[in-house]
């Protein structure tokens, strides 16, 4: 039977990707020796659930007992500090397109809202995934991206998540006379060229979700 501390350990790794104790160590911001106190004990410190929940966004009671959601959400800290954002199925493409368009919201990922604030309007964020090779190295298979949904003007050089009649992509792009060219950072890939008609383009905020400041 797994112990008290086990349980916490396990949930933290879920959630936060962690692999082993001196990764919870640095996370924390203890020391090690701290760490395998704590397990000998079979503790968990409040403040490092307090860390967490402040740092991170996740919830201490969730964190101690599997109580309530994982994540906080906006007005469940007392400041107002996290704002939660959803994860959406829509997958972007960063090869040669992606048909899952499914938009339908799978998980909330919480951010601080300051962070949120200064790259663009928080409240009309999603995260997606990204897969294929056309943007690497910046933006590498299996990324997820923080997409700004209110910011569509077109700036040269600048990263779009794009969507063309069923097909969403993730490209910088370029606006010429009668048309839309889609470039990749991936010089493999040749520039994709489409009439201007309907499209929808949205900036990328940050091209993976734990680029947010914690």
């Known amino acids: 039977m797994d112990t008290h501390f086990q349980v916490f350990f396990a949930r933290v790794s879920n959630a936060l990707g962690i692999k082993n104790l001196s990764e919870l160590a640095t996370l924390l911001g203890v020391n090690r020796s701290s760490i395998t106190q704590a397990r000998k004990n079979n503790s968990v410190p409040a403040n490092w659930l307090l860390a967490l929940m402040r740092n991170h966004g996740l919830n ?9 959601p994982k994540w906080l959400k906006p007005g469940d800290t007392d400041d107002g500090e996290f704002f939660s954002v959803p994860k959406v199925q829509a997958r972007l493409c960063a090869g040669a397109g992606s048909f899952e368009v499914e938009s339908r919201i799978e998980d909330h990922y919480s951010f601080k809202t ?7 309007a928080k409240d009309r964020m999603v995260l997606m995934d990204v897969f294929g090779n056309s943007m690497a190295p910046e933006i590498k298979d299996g990324d997820t991206v923080l997409i700004d949904q209110s910011q569509t003007a077109i700036i040269a050089g600048t990263v779009y998540a794009v969507g063309v009649e069923d097909t969403i992509m993730v490209k910088r792009i370029e606006k010429h006379p009668r048309k839309l060219v889609m470039l990749s950072d991936n010089k493999e890939y040749a520039p994709i060229f489409y009439p201007m008609r309907k499209w929808i383009a949205c900036v990328l905020s940050e091209r993976s979700y734990g680029y947010a400041e914690s």
């Open 60 to 68: 201490p009671d969730w964190l101690e007992g599997g109580n309530g």
């Open 114 to 120: 300051a962070w949120l604030q200064s790259k663009g």
